[in-house]
């Protein structure tokens, strides 16, 4: 089995950063654990099913918020809680932020 790392397009930045997650079934508070251009992975109790779109509000830290739609790729409550996120519609500004915030996360861990 490939790694998921040797999977991903675009490479991801471990953080920290809070984010609410819309869903049919309510909303979830959680947090982004890593972060890329082309999704995430979101530490969480509550997961909506795979396949599933949600919209996300991201809140780094001293930034405005990110509005980004995404589709849940997996869901999990045993070795991973949480769930892996591919971003289907953000603003050209947000992908913006998210491509130098991950640069800078790559290369600088003050920024986490």
């Not at 990110?66 to 045993?78: N, P, R």
Request: charged residues 30%; contains cysteine.
């Amino acid at each position: 089995m490939i790694p998921v790392e040797d999977r991903r397009t675009y490479p991801r930045a471990e953080i920290r950063w809070p984010v609410t997650i819309e869903s049919a079934g309510g909303i979830i508070e959680a947090k982004l654990r890593n972060l890329g251009i082309g999704g995430a992975y979101i530490h969480c109790d509550e997961t909506p099913e795979p396949g599933e779109r949600v919209s996300l509000t991201i809140r780094p830290p001293e930034s405005a918020v990110l509005k980004i739609t995404a589709e849940v790729i997996w869901a999990g409550k045993v070795l991973a809680l949480g769930m892996g996120v591919r971003f289907v519609e953000m603003s050209d500004e947000d992908r913006q932020f998210i491509s130098d915030a991950v640069s800078r996360l790559l290369n600088d861990t003050d920024f986490k």
